[in-house]
């Protein structure tokens, strides 16, 4: 088996999940249904927000090493006198069951601040892994949706509340 870190450099993934730790975001994302009715889809999903190109350009480079499949996506900004004041901001996103895990298996083990919303994540795609896509979602998934959900809104808090 070959080098699970590809190209990327250790200093480069330690950079790469500080920088995740502080601007990122790691969950578990519901869309096209009701959480109370228990219909939709729960899908991994990593993503990282910044203005600086040096920062996007340094972490596309170090995705691409690792082997992380990613999307790049730039809104662009109105001719509106209130946004010509704010900066272009970019959006990284990796999303679906097999691009996270490589992430969560290259840059997981390097999260510290993120690591619990990781390690379940990690735990939802390994449960996941042997279903196919039509399975439906059993009470552990569920359960896992819900985990990640207060486990960030405590994270938030704890942020709130440190500074």
């Not at 995705?63 to 900004?77: E, F, K, M, R, Y």
């Not at 109105?78 to 290259?106: D, E």
Request: proline share 5%; aromatic share 8%; with cysteine.
């Amino acid at each position: 088996m070959g080098n699970p870190q590809g190209n990327a450099k250790e200093a480069d993934i330690a950079w790469l999940a500080g920088f995740w730790d502080g601007e990122g975001t790691v969950s578990l994302q519901f869309k096209n249904g009701h959480l109370r009715t228990r219909n939709g889809l729960i899908s991994p999903y990593v993503q990282l927000c910044g203005t600086s190109v040096v920062a996007l350009e340094r972490t596309h480079t170090i995705l691409t090493d690792l082997g992380v499949g990613h999307h790049i996506q730039w809104p662009t900004l109105r001719p509106h006198p209130k946004a010509m004041s704010k900066l272009a901001q970019w959006r990284l996103s990796v999303q679906g069951m097999k691009r996270v895990a490589v992430f969560l298996q290259t840059v997981g083990p390097y999260l510290v601040v993120k690591a619990e919303p990781a390690r379940i994540v990690g735990a939802f795609i390994a449960l996941r892994a042997a279903k196919t896509t039509n399975t439906p979602y059993e009470d552990a998934e569920w359960a896992l949706l819900a985990q990640v959900r207060t486990t960030s809104l405590k994270q938030g808090l704890v942020a709130v509340e440190a500074a």
